[in-house]
């Protein structure tokens, strides 16, 4: 099994471009979460998705859409990128839709840079 | 605002002694999670303590909750080099889907 997986590992984008981060996981699991990790802030919840076709919003959503299509796949969009937006994003999965611990699965994270 | 504050931010002591980073949260829990994060990869889960456990352990982990406190300590003990990376404890409120992270301490073992 892969785990968790993430495109791509790195961009650069202009202010105003837009782009997709893709989030892939092979473990069957539901829940899936996208973070952002800024130095000194730990990591925020942008959004999250319980199941196929569901999101919602976390603690620093705007500036951020999500689709769940697929219950493998979390995309993430920026419509139009800000440098504020510099930063390392993570994916995450878990399976606590079967009762069980809650553990969060991580992806290796994407690192945008956005000028 | 985040539900987590680690507690110090950052933490160094030598190879072989103990280390303890505390966790303060805001509102009531479900459970409460430690990660370990080296430097540029993801977050790895250490250890779940539900709310109503009080201690457990996992190898030279321990880890302590007090709920009337909102507190959480992650003691490593005999520590080695490879355990320099930074601490998240992770939050899960009752009836929430959200796990909302602290900002970490960073813990660096000298040689």
């Known amino acids: 099994n892969a785990g968790v997986t993430q495109t791509p590992k790195f961009r650069v984008l202009k202010t105003g471009q837009s782009m997709t981060l893709l989030c892939a996981q092979d473990m069957n699991h539901e829940y899936m979460y996208w973070y952002r990790q800024d130095p000194g802030m730990g990591l925020r919840l942008i959004h999250y998705s319980v199941g196929e076709g569901t999101t919602a919003k976390g603690e620093v959503p705007d500036g951020y859409n999500v689709s769940r299509l697929k219950k493998q796949n979390f995309l993430l969009g920026l419509e139009s990128a800000a440098p504020s937006q510099t930063s390392v994003y993570f994916c995450?999965?878990?399976?606590?839709?079967?009762?069980?611990?809650?553990?969060?699965?991580f992806g290796p994270g994407t690192r945008l840079t956005v000028l | 605002s985040q539900q987590g504050e680690e507690d110090p931010q950052a933490l160094s002591i030598q190879e072989g002694e103990n280390a303890t980073m505390n966790c303060s949260y805001k509102t009531s829990i479900n459970n409460l999670q430690w990660y370990r994060q080296n430097s540029g990869r993801g977050l790895v889960h250490l250890i779940l303590i539900r709310s109503n456990e009080r201690e457990k352990h996992s190898g030279r982990l321990r880890v302590t909750l007090d709920t009337s406190k909102k507190s959480s300590s992650l003691l490593i003990t005999a520590s080695r080099a490879a355990d320099t990376a930074s601490y998240f404890c992770a939050t899960v409120q009752n009836r929430d889907d959200k796990i909302i992270f602290g900002k970490g301490t960073r813990l660096h073992i000298l040689p």
């Open positions: 995450a999965s878990n399976d606590r839709d079967r009762g069980r611990t809650d553990t969060q699965y």
